[in-house]
């Protein structure tokens, strides 16, 4: 299965022209795989805020593995779910900034361990959180890319790329024989 991520990663990050640590296609891999493989319902009835709450109540490798778990929740929703998320009445932006500041608490608190492993992977928390928009465009690329379509879906997609102009829902739906065109709009003069 990482293999398989692995790819998608790689090909993700072409396509938006991003170039990241390798650690961090890594990390990026490995959180794909471990969702497709453990997500776990019981951390999805928590809302971020809640999850806020429990890593800052939490001491030593706990809160280190609490905030590292909210950013890498927050990143898989907002990549993944984006859709959703608005009609449960969250922005994307709050999940973004909520994932920005757990990845960074991760890194600050994973500085202060004295492993080399943990100061390795303090870097990764620190890009994730500083490039957290590009990550989930790469993780929307991702599920773009992989996705089944249905009809229903490539109508949702049509819906997705008429609100956004997302070029990345333009290309799926050129890979469908739709080539969706701006509208030209009828000035007044």
Same mark, same amino acid.
């Given at each position: 299965?990482?293999?398989?991520?692995?790819?998608?990663?790689l090909? %993700?990050?072409?396509?938006?022209?991003?170039?990241?640590?390798?650690? /961090?296609?890594?990390?990026?891999?490995?959180?794909l795989?471990?969702?497709?493989?453990?997500?776990?319902?019981?951390?999805?009835?928590? =809302?971020?805020?809640e999850?806020?709450?429990?890593a800052?109540? %939490?001491?030593? #490798?706990?809160?280190l593995?609490?905030?590292?778990?909210m950013?890498?929740r927050?990143?898989?929703?907002?990549?993944?779910?984006?859709?959703?998320? =608005?009609?449960?009445?969250? /922005?994307?932006?709050?999940?973004? /900034?909520?994932?920005?500041?757990?990845?960074?608490?991760?890194?600050?608190?994973?500085?202060?361990?004295? /492993?080399?492993?943990?100061?390795? *992977?303090?870097?990764?928390?620190?890009?994730? %959180?500083?490039?957290?928009?590009?990550?989930?465009?790469?993780?929307?690329?991702?599920?773009?890319? =992989?996705?089944?379509?249905s #009809?229903?879906?490539?109508?949702?997609?049509?819906?997705?790329?008429?609100?956004?102009?997302?070029?990345?829902? %333009?290309?799926r739906?050129?890979?469908?024989?739709? *080539?969706?065109?701006?509208?030209?709009?009828?000035?007044?003069?």
């Amino acid at each position: 299965m990482r293999a398989y991520f692995r790819d998608r990663v790689l090909a %993700a990050l072409r396509r938006q022209g991003i170039k990241t640590h390798e650690r /961090t296609e890594f990390y990026l891999v490995n959180l794909l795989a471990e969702f497709a493989v453990h997500d776990d319902i019981e951390e999805h009835r928590h =809302t971020l805020v809640e999850l806020f709450a429990k890593a800052m109540e %939490a001491e030593g #490798p706990e809160r280190l593995r609490r905030f590292k778990s909210m950013g890498d929740r927050a990143l898989y929703r907002t990549g993944f779910f984006a859709e959703n998320l =608005t009609g449960r009445g969250i /922005t994307r932006d709050y999940v973004m /900034t909520m994932g920005e500041r757990a990845y960074s608490a991760a890194r600050q608190i994973a500085h202060r361990v004295k /492993t080399p492993r943990e100061a390795e *992977f303090a870097e990764t928390y620190g890009e994730l %959180a500083k490039r957290f928009g590009a990550f989930v465009r790469v993780l929307d690329d991702i599920r773009e890319s =992989t996705a089944l379509r249905s #009809p229903q879906d490539i109508v949702k997609l049509y819906e997705r790329w008429r609100l956004t102009r997302s070029p990345i829902a %333009a290309e799926r739906l050129r890979e469908h024989g739709l *080539f969706p065109q701006a509208s030209k709009k009828k000035q007044l003069h």
